[in-house]
């Protein structure tokens, strides 16, 4: 074999070593942008997760309502008490003046 072939053959061989690595680097290409597409949805999917987050309402929000709530039930409690009592105290008095004078005697009182 001539010093030509020799060089001939050596230059093939480098090309069909250069065509396999190309193709290397196109599947490494592929792949890249594959990663490129995840990395992105994973950055959308965490820009969601992170909005969500924002609008749920922490544990202290949640007993900072609570107590409101509480203290708005009492107060209620409190008024609707007081009503009560005071019907309560008024019809009393209107059975104590209504016995009084017909003369009825209550036979709850001791």
Do not use: C, F, W, Y
């Amino acid at each position: 074999m001539s010093a030509d072939d020799k060089i001939v053959k050596i230059l093939e061989e480098l090309q069909s070593g250069q065509q396999a690595l190309n193709g290397k680097a196109d599947t490494l290409e592929q792949g890249q942008k594959a990663l490129q597409a995840d990395v992105h949805t994973l950055k959308d999917g965490q820009a969601h997760t992170n909005t969500v987050l924002k609008t749920l309402a922490t544990k202290q929000d949640v007993e900072v309502a609570v107590d409101a709530a509480k203290s708005e039930l009492k107060a209620d409690i409190l008024m609707l008490d007081s009503k009560v009592v005071k019907r309560i105290q008024s019809h009393e008095r209107r059975i104590t003046n209504i016995e009084e004078q017909e003369g009825i005697e209550n036979p709850d009182k001791n």
